[in-house]
């Protein structure tokens, strides 16, 4: 087998900015089986459960460090009325769900289900709201339900129906995917969608809200651009705080039939992601009002990962955008955390769509199995970054595209991800670190010959971490990745 050298220099003084906790953030919409048998299983299910939730995902995902979760969509949430889920639930209305196969939605997981949910995660709460179907009112009725701590009629509703003490939810989505079903509006037509919401959305407790701005599809520049200047152009004084871009990475094959040329097609985009991040921050940074405030209003990537072929089969035994995932998902988590690393200046949250069941998903379930995908072991190994300062790496040769580095650090220790997309050839990557020598170096490496091998409900372990070495060499060291590898590093740097 072909082995490559490669050399990274790592500038532990060039500072990029904090890795947030909230850059590793998920989603979970009514879709398919991602909340119905996912997540939610009901409090008289016999799989074992924690008020109706799945104990054996709430176990995996607690493992993850879940900041930040999304909810309950995607294109449900333009369509979805939050009362609709609140009070005894066998009250609740029976609803059509039309986005997604029109398959009856009972309500029976609502508001206080997801914090719920939220609270056993220890994730904050990223609501997104109806604009495209809903009102102004409904919007802030939500908002003040969630978030007034008592003495109005809508807290004292809450306090009814179980919580006494307020949600207080932070994250606001002001509708998603405006462009398309959350109201197929122009770039103007949103702006002014947006004013009119965001007038009516307002502080309760004394916690003001963080309202995310819809933005563009992929690298859409002209919505952006539009958007700001109507927004500019209006003199509304409550800016967004946050601007919300998608960014899908499209597969030409269903889920365990890539090829190698089509593997490498869709592992690339993530080499155009991370121009579109950075384009975008450009574009807000030029187009979006000021009124004289200092903030700078923040990018987020609230729905991004792989998206396959789906399978008719998998959709009929699973439920809509059931997808599983493979080794190649696996090196596209990790490639698109090492982008969001990088630009951690740019980026406030990113999203993985979805947290069980549809599309990326890093747990798949059926019936009273729950398992682990390859996903969910790059997320874990990722952990060891967030909080920490992103940093400059040098690469050579510096023009490859199938090997991806990002490197952070706090205080005495050190962070590496590095990931090797080839599938026939390995690599030696010589790590220098010009101001620090290190020590206590810990590695893991997640890897499968085989780019369609996946974990499945018979064999759930293929594909695993494993215990890894890395050769100590003066000021660095030496890491072996060989093909279709994901190789993380943890060591104190004296």
Known sequence: MITESHTIIVHLRDEIGIIKPELHGHFLEHLGSATYGGIWVGKNSLIPNINGIRKQAVEYLQELGISVLRWPGGCFADDYHWRDGIGPPTERPKRVNIWWGNCIEDNSFGTHEFMELCRLLNAHPYLAGNVGSGTPQEFRDWMEYCNQGSGSTLSDQRSTNGASEPFRVKYWGVGNESWACGGHMTPEEYAASYVRFATYLHTFEGLEPYLIAVGPESNTH?????????????????????????????????????TIETMREQLATFTSMEKAIQEQRALI???????????????????????????PKDEQ????????????????????????????????????????????APLLTHER??????????????????????????????????????????????????????????????????????????TEILHNQNFNACNTFEEPHVITPQKHSADIDGAGCVVHLPPLSIVTLHARIL
């Open 317 to 360: 035994s699973h439920g809509r955008l059931w997808q599983q995932n493979t080794m190649k998902d696996a090196l596209g988590a990790a490639l698109g955390l090492n982008v969001f690393h990088r630009n951690a200046s740019s980026l406030s949250m990113c999203n993985l769509a979805q947290i069980v069941n549809v599309l990326q």
């Open 285 to 311: 940074d030029r187009y979006a009002p000021d009124h004289g405030s200092d903030h700078r209003i923040d990018l987020l990537v609230d729905e991004w990962g792989t998206w396959n072929i789906i399978d």
């Open 369 to 442: 199995d729950c398992i682990r995908t390859p996903t969910y072991y790059a997320l874990k190994m990722s952990r060891i970054h967030k909080g920490n300062m992103s940093v400059q790496v040098e690469h050579h040769p510096d023009d490859v595209t199938d090997f991806s580095v990002s490197v952070s650090r706090r205080q005495e220790t050190v962070a590496l991800t590095l990931v090797n997309t080839k599938h026939d050839v390995a690599m030696n990557v010589q790590c220098v670190f010009p101001h620090g020598v290190l020590s206590d170096v810990v």
């Open 222 to 258: 002209a919505w952006t651009t539009r958007f700001f200047t109507a927004l500019r152009e209006r003199q509304f004084p409550l800016r967004p705080s946050g601007f919300a871009m998608h960014y899908y990475s499209w597969g030409k094959s269903t889920s365990t039939s890539y």
